[in-house]
């Protein structure tokens, strides 16, 4: 079954306690993505990657980090968690399209809720 | 400036009426695309319908179909005969500049009343 897979789903942690929230797909989607939710403010891109080993920050990058080093995989990593970033964190995949408007979209994990103490 | 607007915070509809979301938006990109997406109570993300700037009838899937006024900027989408399984949150989303990246709306809260 094609999806992406996040880890873990939920998560309670203090501040300050650096966690990572994996993110996997098996469709060999070139481009993955990682948005942050937040009530009133809809989603919010913090890190893409376009290919293995090509990050790049969205609108909301500080305080996380990303890293490509398979196709597949596609962690985010909080090295200091704040309170300010307990949210609901998606990660999303889709093959890159070359026009801007193909009409690939975007299939998104589960979603992981994030509650920093 | 907002790339993509949601004026409705919350939409009240009966079962079986049909039901109109507004989505404005704004890029000077002459190819983009725009998505509807479904959120329920659950938390996933519901992909509904695509719309390409280059299409010239609107979209349809099923009992969703996309109002695409181009002059206008706006991509509203409208639910026929309501359900209250579409009690759910929506978002507009829209892909511009040969990315696939989505810039997402705030979304609108629809609920669904028997």
């Not at chain 2, 609107?58 to 399984?85: H, M, P």
């Amino acid at each position: 079954e094609a999806q992406v897979t996040q880890n873990p789903r939920y998560l309670i942690t203090v501040t300050g306690k650096k966690l990572t929230v994996t993110c996997s797909q098996n469709m060999n989607h070139e481009y993955m993505s990682w948005y942050r939710q937040d009530p009133g403010l809809g989603l919010r891109q913090i890190y893409y990657s376009m290919n293995v080993e090509v990050t790049d920050k969205g609108d909301v990058p500080e305080g996380y980090k990303v890293s490509r080093k398979e196709k597949r995989n596609f962690p985010l990593i909080l090295e200091s968690p704040s309170p300010n970033q307990t949210s609901l964190y998606f990660c999303a995949s889709s093959p890159t399209s070359g026009l801007a408007g193909g009409q690939e979209t975007q299939y998104f994990g589960p979603g992981t809720r994030l509650l920093v103490l | 400036a907002q790339k993509i607007t949601q004026t409705q915070p919350g939409m009240f509809v009966q079962e079986k009426e049909a039901v109109t979301l507004d989505c404005t938006y704004d890029t000077s990109d002459q190819s983009y695309g725009l998505f509807w997406y479904k959120q329920p109570s659950s938390g996933e993300m519901i992909f509904l319908i695509y719309q390409g700037s280059y299409d010239e009838q609107n979209a349809t899937e099923g009992r969703y179909s996309l109002n695409f006024q181009k002059a206008r900027k706006s991509a509203n989408l409208v639910i026929s005969a309501s359900q209250l399984g579409d009690s759910a949150m929506y978002f507009c989303a829209m892909r511009e500049g040969g990315y696939s990246t989505l810039t997402f709306g705030k979304g609108t809260m629809l609920l669904v009343s028997p």
